[in-house]
């Protein structure tokens, strides 16, 4: 399992997602210090899920899950498919 730190996860959305540069990790996925989620990525798509999340890059109030981030991350190439933990430091 990878672990990844909410301010890493932070660096790489903004980097990937230049619309999202202003993403918070604590705001945006209700991350909260000392707890961590955990999710699977496989990296594919989800045409569902997708519509969702392209309506959030695009400004839209559309509430995006972690594994919905990590996926599309993975599938811009800034992340491998595997199973992953996010923190946020206390």
Known sequence: MKVIEARELERLVRETFPAKRLFSAASELGLKAGR???????????????????AWLEGSPT????????????????????????????
């Open 36 to 54: 961590s989620v955990v999710t699977f990525v496989h990296g594919g798509s989800d045409p569902f899920l997708d519509r969702h999340f392209d």
């Open 63 to 90: 509430f995006v899950a972690v594994y919905q981030l990590l996926n599309r991350l993975c599938r811009a190439g800034a992340l491998a498919p595997g199973d992953y933990a996010i923190t946020q430091r206390h």
